[in-house]
């Protein structure tokens, strides 16, 4: 079951038009604000561009929470062009609500700041999420990698070809999925690296399927729960590869603990797509992990859906925590809650303010959330924490290690605690480029 806030009356002008996209990696879009101290159901409203006949009509059950945004792809209703307007409207269609004007294309995007009340300007794209307004202060500006400068390569030659993108580790075992449609069990080759486990059908990684065994998932990304493989395997995918041309993107869950077959079909999908902002079809999940309800709750995690303290009770039987979901072609993070039953309730948008999300990894020992961007952004990682507020604040900013070629990592994996030596401990990086004929890189950060 979803669940949505109660919608009260309330001021029009308490919904903005907060942000627009009018070239680039993603379709035009308008992004709608609510800066009041109520939900305002905006079902019917009315969006325009500078010409009177256009219309994009907000579909219905449409609810803004307060201090929520919500971003509409509006390209196949009008273009935005390079000197043109954003125009809101009541469902009348005639009585304005707010309206912004401009005689250059974003670039990439023209946000409002602060949210909701400020001046437009040329920012980062962060369709959805919080405008990237410069509140990260020192801790946007990238510092040394904390660890050591080198990484070495963590596999044999020519394992994997290219495409390795999504890691975790679960102790002995090093999790791996690839963009071709496979997912990977690695154990420990005795030389602190890793090989495939030649048990069980691993060995040249297990083929994914849809749920019904049909389909050829983009599996990005991989990730595990508290239950641990026992509890299956959570892969993020942007697309069906049998159906490139088209964004799907999804959750699927794996059962890896029985069977020595070479093919895995999974047995639920949460497919998250009409609700996110449009993307390209290879432009969508990238990066998933799980941060475990009682975390959350004990930092006083904020539930972007009701506007209050996030409540685990609130959604009946799930897997005990949150997933979030790094989007490559915006930078941006969501959290949500995967029912058992199948329903979806996003209850985190956060501002990457990265050009791409390609990993994502929680790192408990610490509190905080890694994301890391590829070689398109130097390969730089970022860290957040839950703040004051309820919601994840940027904390660092780190270069990728000096000795570290700029990669095109796509994965990135830490070690727990138990394997922290002298104030180290491993970490271990996916090259998707396989350079070298190497596709695992091994690095230490400071424990």
């Known amino acids: 079951m979803l669940f949505a806030p109660a919608a009260h009356a309330a001021p029009a002008d308490d919904i903005r038009i907060n942000e627009v996209v009018t070239t680039g990696s993603v379709d035009d879009s308008i992004e709608l604000f609510n800066k009041g101290a109520a939900a305002v159901d905006i079902s019917g409203w009315i969006l325009k561009d500078d010409d009177k006949s256009s ?14 945004a919500r971003a509409f792809d509006v390209d196949a209703a009008f273009g935005l062009g390079s000197g043109d307007q954003a125009r809101l409207y009541l469902p009348d269609g005639s009585t304005l609500v707010d309206s912004f004007g401009w005689s250059s294309h974003s670039s990439p995007s023209w946000s409002r700041c602060p949210d909701g009340t400020g001046a437009f300007a040329k920012a980062a794209l962060t369709l959805g999420a919080p405008n990237d307004c410069g509140s990260g202060g020192g801790a946007t500006n990238p510092v040394a990698w904390p660890g050591g400068s080198s990484a070495t390569t963590a596999d044999g030659s020519n394992v994997f070809g290219q495409d390795l993108s999504g890691l975790y580790q679960e102790g002995s075992v090093l999790w791996g999925a690839q ?23 691993w060995s040249s990684g297990k083929t ?6 049909t389909g050829s998932p983009d599996s990005e990304a991989v990730t595990l729960t508290g239950a641990g493989a026992a509890g299956g395997a959570y892969v993020a995918t942007e697309r069906n590869g049998d159906a490139s041309g ?39 999940f990238e990066a998933i992990t799980w941060i475990p309800d009682a975390t ?7 539930d972007e859906s009701t506007g209050a303290a996030y409540d685990p009770n609130r959604y009946g039987a799930h897997t005990g925590g949150v997933f979030f979901l790094g989007v490559e072609g915006t930078g941006a993070v969501y959290g949500y809650v995967l029912a058992d039953g199948g329903a979806a309730t996003r209850v985190a948008t956060i501002a ?33 924490k839950i703040g004051a507020s309820g919601t994840f604040a940027l904390t660092a900013t780190y270069d990728r290690p000096s000795g570290m070629p700029d990669l ?33 890189r091994r690095g230490t950060i400071g424990c």
């Open 55 to 68: 219309k994009f009509t907000i579909p219905s059950g449409t609810v803004l929470a307060p201090g929520a």
């Open 179 to 201: 963009n071709s449609g496979k997912l990977w069990r690695l154990v420990r080759d005795g030389s602190g690296g890793w090989r495939p486990d030649t048990a069980n059908g």
């Open 208 to 213: 994914l399927r849809y749920p019904g065994g």
């Open 246 to 284: 088209t964004s799907r993107l999804s959750v699927l869950r794996y059962d890896v603990t029985t069977g020595a077959g070479s093919a895995l079909t999974a047995t639920k999908e949460w497919n998250l797509t009409a609700g996110l902002p449009a993307v390209g079809s290879n432009l969508g």
């Open 296 to 302: 959350l709750t004990a930092a006083g995690f904020k």
């Open 352 to 384: 990457g303010g990265v050009s791409g999300v390609m990993e994502l990894q929680w790192e408990p020992q610490a509190a905080r959330l890694w994301l890391v961007c590829d070689d398109t952004c130097d390969g730089r990682h970022r860290t957040m």
């Open 408 to 440: 095109n990592n796509e994965g990135f994996a830490l070690a727990g605690a138990d394997e922290c030596v002298s104030g180290t401990k491993p970490v271990y990086w996916s090259d998707d480029s396989n350079t070298g004929g190497h596709a695992l």
